[in-house]
């Protein structure tokens, strides 16, 4: 039996493909890690997203017989990130190293500068773990368990820390055009071995769950009938969410069965650039009052930057989500991934860089104003008197507090 290590690596965000306060379980490699377990193997997971120690210094110690290294964080595999370099030089070291490299993640379908590095596993990680040779048919519906070997690094806003993923749906079919959907197929999980898979975790000690679908309301009957099974159980949760998916679902159901908070894509005011978001304003704003009504929280995911925007255009998304009554925002700059519909239609406009990936969409607005426009829009949104007066109960929430705090700060450094 070999001594397995699978990483989560850590990578920059100067691109703003990823920037939310919060720190999650790799779910993923959670999984894959309990199959190999399953069959003896020794296994540890490096989440270099939440530890402390240097992944390099790390890599230069490593005595694995095998590494399983994933590309990018699993959970946003639908917007892998485009600045790679962390991640080649510890494969650079690994390989110095000769230690027997296997790689999973989003990028291998996007580029084939990795594949130098090791044996390619690519497209859905966990059917590749019972010989990390064959993708073999794994049912993502049955009930697995996880291994976790850090619980207590992971935190999300109104939740708190210690908080354990799961996953009801993978894909989505909603095909909004600037979306990658290379890596996975839409399918759900069936309820019952979903509501077993939790009162596992339970009795493992979990109370907060946050689901990393990217659209748990893909199906709102399937979401109510997960709300009236977990009801019992007096867990907290949340979820990832359209506020058209939730414009069909009982709230109230929700927020009985222990939901707290909703993070749900808004993108701009406008809509313009992205054809798929079939919602407007007034839409939006009604979602929102009718979940906050519901006594729960609001979270909410905008981009900078789209095609044909102007710098007012950016200016009024900020404006926008301050006018909102949400409780939580992350600001991403539009990436135009290979593989999108976005992409074809402004392939002439987009920055490659050396690795092969899309870096940019170099439009009317300089990239580098996007980019100081990101910081202001975080700064604008959370430290400002009205967010404060808003939300005062969540910062001194004895699970919230000098985390949530911690975190937005941690946040702050992230995007210098
Ligand atoms: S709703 Fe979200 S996850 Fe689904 S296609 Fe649109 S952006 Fe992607």
């Known amino acids: 039996m070999s001594k397995i290590t699978l990483i989560n690596p850590k990578y920059s965000t100067t691109s703003g493909a990823t920037l939310a306060p919060f720190q999650i379980p790799p779910l993923s490699l959670m999984k894959c890690a309990w199959l190999l377990k399953e069959q003896?193997?020794?296994?540890?997971?490096?989440?270099?997203?939440?530890?402390?120690?240097?992944?390099?210094?790390?890599?230069?110690?490593?005595?694995?017989?095998?590494?399983?290294?994933?590309?990018?964080?699993?959970?946003?595999?639908?917007?892998?990130?485009?600045d790679i370099s962390e991640l080649d030089r510890l494969l650079s070291i690994l390989r110095n190293r000769k230690q027997n490299i296997k790689l999973i993640g989003p990028h291998l379908l996007l580029t084939d500068f990795l594949h130098k590095y090791g044996e390619v596993l690519s497209g859905e990680p966990e059917g590749y773990m019972f010989d990390l040779?064959?993708?073999?048919?794994?049912?993502?519906?049955?009930?697995?368990?996880?291994?976790?070997?850090?619980?207590?690094?992971?935190?999300?806003?109104?939740?708190?820390?210690?908080?354990?993923?799961?996953?009801?749906?993978?894909?989505?079919?909603?095909?909004?055009?600037?979306?990658?959907?290379?890596?996975?197929?839409?399918?759900?999980?069936?309820?019952?071995?979903?509501?077993?898979?939790?009162?596992?975790?339970?009795?493992?000690?979990?109370?907060r769950f946050f689901n990393v679908d990217l659209n748990f309301s893909l199906d709102p009957k399937y979401m109510e009938a997960f709300a009236d099974g977990i009801a019992v159980l007096g867990i907290k949760w949340g979820a990832h969410a359209t506020l058209t998916g939730l414009k069909n679902i009982d709230l109230e159901k929700l927020r009985k069965s222990g939901c707290e908070v909703l993070m749900v894509g808004i993108e701009n005011r406008h809509q313009r650039g992205l054809p798929n978001k079939n919602v407007n304003e007034e839409f939006v704003s009604k979602m929102i009052k009718k979940i906050r009504d519901s006594k729960i929280k609001v979270g909410g995911y905008f981009i900078l930057g789209c095609p044909n925007e102007t710098k007012e255009d950016v200016l009024d998304t900020i404006s926008y989500a301050k006018s909102l009554k949400i409780n939580y925002a992350s600001f991403q700059l539009f990436h135009p991934l290979k593989g999108t519909e976005a992409f074809s239609s402004i392939a002439e406009n987009v920055v490659m860089n050396k690795y092969g990936l899309s870096e940019k969409y170099q439009g009317e607005i300089d990239h580098d104003w996007l980019l100081g426009m990101q910081k202001k829009a975080f700064w604008s949104f959370y430290f400002r008197p009205t967010y404060f007066l808003d939300n005062i109960g969540l910062l001194f929430k004895p699970r919230m507090g000098l985390n949530g705090i911690a975190s937005i700060i941690r946040l702050k450094w992230r995007i210098q």
Not at 140 to 164: A, C, H, I, Q, W
Not at 169 to 188: A, E, L, N, P, W
């Open 40 to 82: 003896g193997h020794s296994v540890e997971i490096k989440d270099f997203q939440v530890s402390k120690e240097s992944m390099l210094e790390w890599a230069v110690r490593c005595n694995a017989d095998i590494v399983i290294v994933s590309t990018g964080q699993i959970l946003n595999w639908q917007c892998p990130q485009s």
């Open 133 to 207: 040779k064959t993708k073999r048919d794994w049912d993502f519906s049955s009930t697995e368990k996880l291994y976790v070997n850090n619980p207590t690094d992971y935190f999300f806003p109104v939740l708190g820390n210690r908080v354990m993923t799961f996953e009801a749906i993978r894909g989505c079919s909603v095909g909004c055009d600037f979306c990658f959907q290379g890596m996975y197929i839409t399918r759900k999980k069936a309820l019952p071995n979903l509501i077993s898979e939790i009162k596992e975790d339970v009795k493992a000690g979990y109370r």
